[in-house]
């Protein structure tokens, strides 16, 4: 299968070495993770000892070089394959670490990457205010200029690492600004003053991912720690968007192929009127359709993968990408669930699991609502244009 999906030699290799590290440091202790509510920070240590963190950083800041996207999709796809969703590593290392490339100067590259890739440093972005979701317009933490520092003032919500994160990235409003978009991104760092973390939440699903409230009264950030140009941090932020919805997306589909698997040899087995459920006519069409349907949201994944690759993903794309894959993840675990009676409501029955964790995903990186939305107003754009043209 990989070979079919252009995977390279050493990413084959990648691959199984990654395959081998989870099944060894990580799946062995998610049950210990989920009861304690956080993933232990040696987790990513250890991930960052065998250069399975952050891969795209330059050999000089302790990364392979290497900024080929399907070295993430593999770390995603495998850590759904394991089961080990809720270690979340590709938020410390593809949806919050390329900032400080993208954005970021050599001197703040120089004092944040390497304890990145190693594993020692771990990352969190906080956007999200308990009134500022997807619409960040709506944005109440500000920050103001004093010269030599910006003073933080503001609280965010439902932040992903938000226990865990040693550096935290912020956006907040620019204080005096005339534009509602006027944001700058400010890099606070564990133990600063004012800086504050209020509860771990809890959660329906994913109860291992840590997912805090963080608060700031009065925080001295230092202009050494501002992320690029103050007033654009809004357009920052939307540049990392269509990356993250792929993100998102390779891990619905990965979650759903690995939802069919349970599924599939749960049916095998499970015995109905005396014979396998498997044998059923219901059965073989709805797992029929569901085959079908996960494969095709894979072709269109890899597909979004190879055009980042070039540099040529849409926000349009990654919209497309994001809903169909949360969407068709989301039935097939609902059928899964269906297909495994009762037991797909018992907590023991990893279907069942897998269900409560998957919900997040049709509203995280943006609600399957406002993928419709965002491709809607694409279709009736100027610029609109059919394959047929």
């Given at each position: 299968m990989s070979a079919m999906r252009n995977f390279t030699e050493d990413q084959i290799m990648f691959r199984d070495a990654y395959r081998k590290f989870l099944a060894s440091e990580i799946a062995p202790h998610m049950e210990d993770w989920r009861e304690a509510g956080i993933v232990d920070r040696s987790a990513f240590k250890k991930a960052g000892d065998l250069g399975f963190l952050m891969i795209w950083p330059d050999e000089k800041y302790g990364g392979m070089g290497d900024t080929d996207f399907r070295y993430e999709q593999i770390i995603i796809e495998e850590?759904?394959?394991?089961?080990?969703?809720?270690?979340?590593?590709?938020?410390?290392?593809?949806?919050?670490?390329?900032?400080?490339?993208?954005?970021?100067?050599?001197?703040?590259?120089?004092?944040?990457?390497?304890?990145?890739?190693?594993?020692e440093t771990i990352l969190a972005i906080a956007m999200t205010e308990p009134g500022a979701g997807s619409d960040l317009a709506g944005?109440?933490?500000?920050?103001?200029?004093?010269g030599d520092h910006f003073l933080l003032n503001g609280s965010k919500t439902y932040i992903s690492n938000g226990i865990n994160a040693d550096v935290v990235i912020v956006a907040a409003k620019l204080a005096g600004a005339d534009k509602k978009h006027a944001m700058v991104l400010l890099i606070v760092e564990r133990g600063m003053e004012g800086f504050e973390r209020g509860r771990n939440l809890k959660k329906m699903g994913m109860p291992a991912q840590d997912t805090a409230e963080l608060f700031f009264k009065d925080v001295k950030v230092p202009k050494?720690?501002?992320?690029?140009e103050p007033g654009k941090g809004f357009y920052y932020l939307m540049e990392g968007l269509a990356e993250e919805r792929l993100i998102s997306a390779v891990g619905c589909a990965a979650n759903a192929r690995k939802a069919f698997d349970i599924t599939r040899e749960y049916v095998m087995q499970r015995q109905l009127f005396g014979q396998p459920l498997s044998d059923q006519q219901n059965t073989q069409f709805r797992m029929a359709e569901m085959d079908t349907e996960i494969e095709l949201a894979q072709v269109y994944i890899d597909h979004c993968v190879t055009e980042h690759n070039q540099g040529r993903l849409t926000s349009n794309m990654g919209a497309k990408a994001k809903m169909v894959a949360s969407e068709v993840e989301w039935?097939?675990?609902?059928?899964?669930?269906?297909?495994?009676?009762?037991?797909?409501?018992?907590?023991?029955?990893?279907?069942?699991?897998?269900?409560?964790?998957?919900?997040?995903?049709?509203?995280?990186?943006?609600?399957?609502?406002?993928?419709?939305?965002?491709?809607?107003?694409?279709?009736?754009s100027q610029k609109y244009q059919s394959l047929f043209d």
């Open positions: 850590t759904a394959r394991a089961g080990c969703k809720q270690f979340y590593n590709t938020l410390h290392s593809r949806l919050v670490g390329p900032y400080f490339q993208r954005f970021g100067t050599e001197e703040q590259r120089q004092r944040f990457l390497p304890k990145c890739v190693s594993g944005m109440r933490t500000s920050a103001e200029d004093k050494a720690n501002v992320l690029g039935k097939m675990l609902d059928l899964g669930v269906q297909l495994h009676g009762g037991a797909g409501f018992m907590d023991e029955y990893p279907i069942s699991r897998m269900f409560s964790d998957a919900r997040i995903n049709r509203i995280l990186a943006g609600s399957s609502e406002v993928m419709r939305l965002i491709i809607g107003r694409d279709v009736f």
